[in-house]
């Protein structure tokens, strides 16, 4: 049976590959039809296009780069590790709200539970990395509890 850590890294990893792979195609789609665009067309509008869809290639290119990394990144979290403060790769649980330390994606719903994955970068993990259970903070003026940390 797998950890809530476990599986939440295994979720964050797939999503991120997901991302990277439509990125991958929308990439390869473009370059197939600059291929073929460039073999039917002639002139200051196709130049212009061509132009466009460069800049665009580019721009997903940058975003498959930062997806890479992220994935990089969370692939490092040891799900086996049990820590009594949170840090990186920490699954935690302040009031109701369960925080998963590692990469800043859409919120993951796994078994009627609500997880919101966060970067160290985040004000909130900033305010929470380092502290351990039962230990109480001011965050936004709202007092929260760290509840649990896996």
């Known amino acids: ?17 997901d991302k990277i792979s439509a ?16 073999k039917s067309s002639a002139g200051d509008k196709h130049e212009t296009g061509l132009a466009m869809m460069h800049i665009e290639q580019e721009n997903l290119s940058k975003k498959i780069k930062e997806n890479l990394d992220i994935l990089e990144v969370v692939s490092k979290i040891d799900e086996k590790k049990v820590s009594d403060k949170v840090e990186f790769g920490s699954v935690v649980k302040i009031n109701s709200v369960t925080l998963f330390f590692s990469a800043a994606l859409p919120k993951i719903v796994l078994d009627d539970m609500s997880v919101m994955a966060i970067s160290n970068d985040a004000p909130i993990a900033k305010e929470l ?7 109480t903070f001011v965050f936004n003026n709202c007092e929260f509890k760290v509840n649990y940390i896996e």
């Open 1 to 17: 049976m797998m950890t809530l850590k476990e599986r939440l890294k295994t979720i964050c990893i797939q999503r991120l590959e």
């Open 23 to 38: 990125f991958r195609t929308i990439v390869s789609d473009m370059s197939a039809d600059a291929q073929t665009d460039a």
């Open 129 to 135: 990395l380092g502290r351990k259970l039962n230990e």
